[in-house]
């Protein structure tokens, strides 16, 4: 779990915009997401795992207990999820309406790859540690 810990800055991106479709955002936000570079900062506070998303427009922080669900609010979207480790990947099920989205965080040479997948829609996005948060 400590290989997930820091702050990360996004550097690549593959196929956000329709992965956001999929999630059920609408266009103007499609279209900001995918044009601001967020940063992610995740770290230990006491049992809780806390992550914390920064851009130019929004911030969000959710925090959780490896596990057990919580409510996870992102980007003024809200879903029911819980978040596990398999394997040294971090996975998040995230569950709304009828559906699910399965995001998936591994470290692969000193970076974060997050893959997120909702119905046959799979995007991926390419993460490096940076020192500090802008």
């Known amino acids: 779990m400590e290989a997930f810990f820091g702050n990360w800055k996004l550097v690549s991106s593959e196929n956000f915009e329709e992965y956001m479709r999929a999630v059920g955002f ?12 967020p940063v992610i900062s995740i770290y230990q506070d006491g049992e809780k795992v806390v992550t914390k998303l920064k851009t130019s427009i929004i911030s969000s922080e959710n925090s959780f207990i490896l596990g057990k669900e919580f409510d996870e609010n992102v980007a003024g979207k809200q879903y029911r999820s819980v978040v596990h480790l398999d394997g040294g990947k971090l996975v998040n099920t995230r569950k709304w309406d009828d559906k699910t989205s399965f995001l998936t965080r591994e470290i692969q040479d000193g970076k974060m790859i997050m893959t997120m997948r909702c119905d046959d829609i799979v995007a991926v996005r390419t993460y490096e540690k940076i020192s500090e948060v802008d």
Request: proline share 0%.
């Open 26 to 37: 609408g266009e103007e936000q499609v279209q900001v997401g995918n044009i601001v570079t």
